[in-house]
């Protein structure tokens, strides 16, 4: 009996890079043309571009995909190129990227400016919501089974399992789902 494959990892990738002063419309034109080129293509899963809090400052664009080999494609087309080369003319140097992927891509990247992560506490509610069912379930069906174990073998089988799931399974629908609740619209 052979163990199913395990699915690819999403990742999420964090761009950050600064406009040329007097052409930051251009440059935010091309950023999002680049949006709407990966919607295209295969595996994209949805990105955001986050605007300099005060001018001068780095533009970031935060890109989701659904596998590392797919956004290796995504890196590897004509259409990045092409628009990378035209940036030139209205970005300051090379854009610096950070990957995430697993526990640290469930809520918006350090990278992101502090007025734009969710409220601690309403993480902390979403993170209970995902860990409480899932510790329970595996209290309830998987522990019967492992309890001849010594204590930490247990509980090593047993955070493994909640960990994976949480990272694979349940955070990234969770946090999808309770998006407007993590992110309040800002009172202005």
């Not at 860990?131 to 493994?160: D, G, K, M, N, Y």
């Amino acid at each position: 009996m052979n163990a199913p494959a395990a699915a690819p990892a999403r990742i999420t990738r964090i761009a950050r890079r600064r406009a040329r002063p007097g052409h930051e419309a251009e440059y935010e034109v091309m950023l999002r043309e680049m949006l709407a080129k990966m919607r295209e293509h295969k595996g994209f899963l949805g990105g955001d571009l986050i605007p300099p809090e005060a001018a001068g400052e780095e533009y970031q664009l935060v890109i989701r995909f659904a596998s590392e080999a797919e956004l290796q494609a995504w890196d590897m087309s004509e259409a990045r190129h092409e628009l990378l080369e035209r940036m030139k003319a209205v970005a300051e140097g090379e854009p610096e990227f950070r990957k995430l992927s697993g526990l640290e891509a469930w809520f918006e990247p350090a990278v992101v400016p502090a007025t734009m992560h969710p409220p601690r506490v309403r993480m902390a509610v979403v993170t209970w919501l995902g860990i409480f069912p899932t510790v329970s379930f595996f209290l309830w069906f998987v522990l019967p089974w492992i309890q001849p174990l010594p204590f930490l073998p247990r509980t090593a089988v047993l955070t493994a399992l909640i960990v994976v799931t949480m990272t694979w399974v349940v955070m990234p629908r969770l946090t999808r789902l309770m998006r407007g609740f993590l992110n309040p619209p800002r009172k202005g």
